[in-house]
């Protein structure tokens, strides 16, 4: 029984020196550090341990180190940081050089007097004077405990890298929670360890008092059969014990490793995002230098396209986005699933009239004069071709200059991480004088294209012109950082260019959460395009993403071709630090749904390690067969070029084990080109010639109309204080619109009737009879309300 004992008090005395090894793992200090003096691996004198901030195991100061004979001792400043003792010349040195450093876990210290110390690690010696012995102790004492430290580091975990800093102070406040519980557990389980070992005791004492008295022989066995089950219960108890104290072992050096391997991810985090910072600085800094230097204004540098590559790459005439950017993305997994060569034009001349075989060896040469892939760039939006069309209506070319306001974004967005962008109340600081609802229309600017895809007679090359328009809404984007406003609900936009471009268009806000807006667009040169796009957007952190979510749908007139496509996510990026940039990345996939020709076109994301293009589109027009047809290249913000092809193979194996296909193909044609920015555009919000008249005063439009917002007025008007409380008093006006809805939904639910309701003023829900989704589709009536200036039915949402 005293053996058992004896196993006891040992398990208790190894949970107190657990228990009382706890708060040292929590606030990461070297044991001696604290106020404890002589702390455990350390062996110092009572005052030894050298004064250091809370929660650091650093210590830093200066010593004098022998160099040589000729110039002897000479003054260094040392750093004893994570086990490494590292020297300098000065303070200043500690930026960027490093004279020496000596490992302390296979460090041997040694006094030779009163102020020396002698450190020698392998082939490596370094003799230490201090300026008293006093010093040299508090030295010596850190020394020690730093080397005590290294050496349970390195058997806790030899894989580990040792390179522990101390916890911030939130950390330490999330640790000393499990940290305090743990240590009431122990302290319970020591308690039971000392009963355990009391009772035994005495149980053992009681069994050999009644096996010292005269039983009769039946109770002398059945004392017989206690005594073995008490030995069980001692022998269980240990058992019991010694699995604790295992378990507590296995415990405490699992949480050093997990505590080591948290510490070291939020070291790696706090690195990156002051290296992104740096980064950020330093990329400012270069701007403004280039910028500052003479016969660099026009940034007349060009990139020469090359044909067999089949890349496109062109030249960019102003400065680039991408000098200041702070995050980048690695190249694409993915390889281009198809390469393009350039076919031989004399093997391959036009034969009939044809388009699809047009070919010579320049793009120029695929120029005919009845040839619907006339130079699209050629004409601007406000040009018009058309015989039946008015000229057009002379329109604002600028508005007031956006005003230097400075705001902090980040102190703004940090408590919004997460959320649904729309739900964000944001200043209009960080908008454009535009809604949602013009931004959408803006996506007819290239409205041309399709003029010129009605005269196709070839479904494969009305494609390639749909697909060169559903790349050119992403034009306007490139500098456009700025938030479009949020309608409000029953907010309407109505664009109407029927006399001179021939088109006119209707958006409407048709739900507020989530955000979603309806949009219309009748021509009268042969075709029609219709949409119901919701806005889903998340905040990152560093990035937002914005994915459009709905279907396009665009139809022509007089052969009932059909397309149907979706938007690709767009991206804002350096959130935090560095200048806004935007990408667009994904793909889309184009369907004709009557002849079933399909378009893939691939939006490359941006990387600093690829040697493409940045934002690069590529492409293949196929028939229902599956037969590629064109090649579609290009990028979103300049241009886009279609290539016929004549001839198409399979190449050889990438390595990732996909097959390439090699197309060859004629010469490019440039389908559609950017329309260059207005004069002083970086002053009105980067806004094209099309977005400057979008918000322009009109008469007979509806009460509902975006023009008609005033918050968006002010702001366009420099007005910007005044438009933030004019935004607040339209978004509590639109809360209680909302408030009252849900009252009425509440009254009728108590009465048993049927409430219905948010219903769109110029929109109805019909499922579409093409991807069977519940689409808001223009029901009529807006432009009749217009001709007879009867609005009696809008809403007073202003």
Same mark, same amino acid.
């Given at each position: 029984?005293?053996?058992?004992?004896?196993?006891?008090?040992?398990?208790?005395?190894?949970?107190?020196?657990?228990?009382?090894?706890?708060?040292?793992?929590?606030?990461?200090?070297?044991?001696?550090?604290? *106020?404890?003096?002589?702390?455990?691996?350390?062996? $110092?004198?009572?005052?030894?341990?050298?004064?250091?901030?809370?929660?650091?195991?650093?210590?830093?100061?200066?010593?004098?180190?022998? !160099?040589?004979?000729?110039?002897?001792?000479?003054?260094?400043?040392?750093?004893?940081?994570?086990?490494?003792?590292?020297?300098?010349?000065?303070?200043?040195?500690?930026?960027?050089?490093?004279?020496? !450093?000596?490992?302390?876990?296979?460090?041997?210290?040694?006094?030779?007097?009163?102020?020396?110390?002698?450190?020698?690690? $392998?082939?490596?010696?370094?003799?230490?004077?201090?300026?008293? %012995?006093?010093?040299?102790?508090?030295?010596?004492?850190?020394?020690?405990?730093?080397?005590?430290?290294?050496?349970?580091?390195?058997?806790?975990?030899?894989? &580990? /890298?040792?390179?522990?800093?101390?916890?911030?102070?939130?950390?330490?406040?999330?640790?000393?929670?499990?940290?305090?519980?743990?240590?009431?557990?122990?302290? &319970?389980?020591?308690?039971?360890?000392?009963?355990?070992?009391?009772?035994?005791?005495?149980?053992?004492?009681?069994?050999?008092?009644?096996?010292?008295?005269?039983?009769?022989?039946?109770?002398?066995?059945?004392?017989?059969?206690?005594? %073995?089950?008490?030995?069980?219960?001692?022998?269980?108890?240990?058992?019991?014990?010694?699995?604790?104290?295992?378990?507590?072992?296995?415990?405490?050096?699992?949480?050093?490793?997990?505590?080591?391997?948290?510490?070291?991810?939020? %070291?790696?985090?706090?690195?990156?995002?002051?290296?992104?910072?740096?980064?950020?600085?330093?990329?400012?800094?270069? %701007?403004?230098?280039?910028?500052?230097?003479? $016969?660099?204004?026009? $940034?007349?540098?060009?990139?020469?396209?090359? *044909?067999?590559?089949? /890349?496109?790459?062109?030249?960019?005439?102003?400065?680039?986005?991408?000098?200041?950017?702070?995050?980048? @993305? =690695?190249?694409?997994?993915?390889?281009?699933?198809?390469?393009?060569?350039?076919?031989?034009?004399?093997?391959?001349?036009?034969?009939?009239?044809?388009?699809?075989?047009?070919?010579?060896?320049?793009?120029?040469? #695929?120029?005919?004069? =009845?040839?619907?892939?006339?130079?699209?760039?050629?004409?601007?939006?406000?040009?018009?071709?058309?015989?039946?069309?008015?000229?057009?209506?002379?329109?604002?070319?600028?508005?007031?200059?956006?005003?230097?306001?400075?705001?902090?974004? #980040?102190?703004?967005?940090?408590?919004?991480?997460?959320?649904?962008?729309?739900?964000?109340?944001?200043?209009?600081?960080?908008?454009?004088?535009?809604?949602?609802?013009?931004? +959408?229309?803006?996506?007819?600017?290239?409205?041309?294209? +399709?003029?010129?895809?009605?005269?196709?007679?070839?479904?494969?090359?009305?494609?390639?012109?749909?697909?060169?328009?559903?790349?050119?809404?992403?034009?306007?984007?490139?500098?456009?950082?700025?938030?479009?406003?949020?309608?409000?609900?029953?907010?309407?936009?109505?664009? &109407?260019?029927?006399?001179?471009?021939?088109?006119? /268009? +209707?958006?409407?806000?048709?739900?507020?959460?989530?955000? *979603?807006?309806?949009?219309?667009?009748?021509?009268?040169?042969?075709?029609?395009?219709?949409?119901?796009?919701?806005?889903?957007?998340?905040?990152?952190?560093?990035?937002? /993403?914005?994915?459009?979510?709905?279907?396009?749908?665009?139809?022509?007139?007089?052969?009932?071709?059909?397309?149907? #496509?979706?938007?690709?996510?767009?991206?804002?990026?350096?959130?935090?630090?560095?200048?806004?940039?935007? =990408?667009?990345?994904?793909?889309?996939?184009?369907?004709?749904?009557?002849?079933?020709?399909?378009?893939?076109?691939?939006?490359?994301?941006?990387?600093?390690?690829?040697? &493409?293009?940045?934002?690069?589109?590529?492409?293949?027009?196929?028939?229902? =067969?599956?037969?590629?047809?064109?090649?579609?290249?290009?990028? #979103?913000?300049?241009?886009?070029?279609?290539?016929?092809?004549?001839?198409?193979?399979?190449?050889?194996?990438?390595?990732?084990?996909?097959?390439?296909?090699?197309?060859?193909?004629?010469?490019?044609?440039?389908?559609?080109?950017?329309?260059?920015?207005?004069?002083?555009?970086?002053?009105?919000? @980067?806004?094209?010639?099309?977005?400057?008249?979008?918000?322009?005063?009109?008469?007979?439009?509806?009460?509902?109309?975006?023009?008609?917002?005033?918050?968006?007025?002010?702001?366009?008007?420099?007005?910007?204080?005044?438009?933030?409380?004019?935004?607040?008093?339209?978004?509590?006006?639109?809360?209680?619109?909302?408030?009252?809805?849900?009252?009425?939904?509440?009254?009728?639910?108590?009465?048993?009737?049927?409430?219905?309701?948010?219903?769109?003023?110029?929109?109805?829900?019909?499922?579409?009879?093409? !991807?069977?989704?519940?689409?808001?589709?223009?029901?009529?009536?807006?432009?009749?309300?217009?001709?007879?200036?009867?609005?009696?039915?809008?809403?007073?949402?202003?």
């Amino acid at each position: 029984m005293g053996k058992a004992a004896a196993l006891c008090g040992g398990g208790t005395r190894g949970l107190v020196s657990l228990l009382s090894a706890v708060p040292c793992l929590a606030c990461h200090e070297l044991p001696a550090m604290s *106020a404890e003096p002589g702390g455990r691996g350390g062996g $110092g004198p009572a005052g030894g341990p050298p004064a250091a901030p809370p929660g650091s195991d650093t210590y830093k100061g200066w010593l004098f180190k022998w !160099t040589n004979y000729l110039k002897g001792y000479q003054r260094r400043w040392f750093v004893l940081s994570n086990g490494l003792l590292s020297y300098y010349r000065t303070q200043a040195e500690m930026a960027h050089t490093c004279r020496g !450093t000596i490992n302390l876990s296979t460090a041997h210290i040694d006094t030779e007097d009163s102020c020396n110390i002698v450190l020698s690690n $392998g082939g490596r010696t370094y003799h230490l004077k201090a300026n008293s %012995e006093v010093e040299r102790q508090r030295w010596v004492t850190a020394l020690e405990l730093a080397k005590a430290k290294a050496i349970r580091m390195r058997n806790n975990q030899s894989d &580990d /890298s040792g390179d522990e800093e101390p916890a911030s102070q939130s950390d330490k406040s999330e640790l000393h929670g499990p940290l305090k519980t743990l240590s009431s557990k122990l302290e &319970d389980l020591s308690t039971c360890n000392e009963l355990i070992a009391k009772h035994g005791a005495a149980l053992q004492r009681s069994l050999s008092e009644l096996e010292s008295l005269r039983l009769p022989a039946d109770s002398g066995e059945k004392i017989k059969a206690v005594n %073995e089950r008490a030995t069980l219960f001692r022998i269980t108890s240990n058992a019991m014990i010694n699995a604790c104290r295992d378990f507590l072992d296995l415990a405490e050096s699992h949480s050093r490793k997990w505590q080591r391997l948290l510490q070291h991810e939020r %070291e790696q985090r706090i690195r990156l995002e002051e290296t992104i910072e740096q980064l950020a600085k330093q990329h400012n800094s270069l %701007e403004r230098a280039c910028r500052g230097a003479p $016969g660099l204004a026009s $940034g007349t540098a060009s990139i020469s396209s090359t *044909a067999k590559a089949g /890349s496109v790459q062109s030249a960019k005439g102003e400065a680039s986005d991408e000098d200041e950017e702070t995050e980048y @993305f =690695d190249a694409m997994e993915d390889a281009p699933a198809f390469i393009t060569v350039t076919a031989d034009p004399k093997h391959h001349r036009r034969s009939g009239s044809n388009l699809s075989g047009a070919s010579e060896g320049h793009p120029e040469d #695929w120029n005919l004069e =009845d040839s619907v892939f006339e130079s699209s760039n050629q004409s601007s939006y406000n040009e018009s071709t058309g015989k039946d069309l008015l000229p057009r209506k002379r329109r604002r070319t600028r508005i007031p200059d956006k005003p230097n306001y400075s705001l902090n974004l #980040w102190s703004i967005m940090k408590n919004c991480i997460g959320k649904e962008l729309s739900k964000i109340p944001m200043p209009v600081n960080f908008n454009e004088p535009l809604s949602m609802l013009q931004r +959408l229309t803006e996506d007819l600017e290239y409205h041309e294209l +399709l003029d010129k895809a009605v005269k196709c007679e070839s479904s494969t090359e009305q494609m390639c012109f749909v697909a060169a328009f559903s790349v050119s809404s992403y034009s306007t984007t490139v500098h456009r950082t700025a938030k479009p406003f949020n309608p409000l609900l029953g907010e309407t936009y109505e664009l &109407d260019r029927l006399e001179e471009l021939g088109f006119r /268009s +209707l958006c409407e806000q048709v739900s507020h959460h989530p955000p *979603a807006a309806a949009h219309h667009v009748y021509s009268r040169r042969g075709w029609t395009l219709w949409q119901e796009i919701t806005i889903a957007s998340k905040f990152r952190g560093k990035y937002l /993403s914005i994915m459009p979510l709905g279907a396009i749908h665009l139809e022509f007139h007089s052969s009932g071709n059909h397309y149907v #496509w979706r938007k690709v996510t767009s991206t804002v990026h350096n959130i935090i630090v560095g200048k806004l940039w935007i =990408d667009q990345s994904g793909e889309i996939e184009i369907v004709n749904h009557k002849s079933k020709d399909k378009c893939q076109l691939k939006f490359t994301p941006y990387s600093y390690f690829s040697r &493409d293009v940045p934002r690069k589109v590529t492409g293949v027009v196929s028939d229902a =067969d599956g037969k590629a047809h064109y090649v579609m290249s290009g990028t #979103w913000d300049e241009k886009m070029e279609c290539s016929k092809i004549v001839h198409s193979s399979h190449g050889s194996t990438s390595t990732e084990g996909k097959q390439k296909t090699v197309y060859q193909t004629l010469s490019p044609k440039v389908l559609w080109r950017k329309y260059p920015l207005p004069e002083n555009a970086e002053n009105m919000y @980067f806004f094209s010639e099309l977005a400057l008249t979008l918000n322009e005063p009109e008469e007979r439009v509806a009460p509902t109309d975006s023009r008609l917002r005033p918050d968006q007025r002010l702001m366009e008007s420099g007005r910007w204080d005044e438009a933030n409380v004019e935004k607040q008093r339209l978004e509590e006006k639109q809360r209680a619109v909302r408030r009252r809805r849900e009252a009425e939904a509440v009254e009728a639910l108590e009465e048993g009737k049927d409430y219905e309701g948010y219903i769109p003023l110029w929109f109805e829900r019909k499922v579409d009879a093409v !991807t069977g989704e519940l689409i808001c589709v223009y029901k009529g009536g807006y432009w009749e309300a217009k001709d007879k200036q009867d609005w009696s039915v809008c809403p007073d949402i202003f």
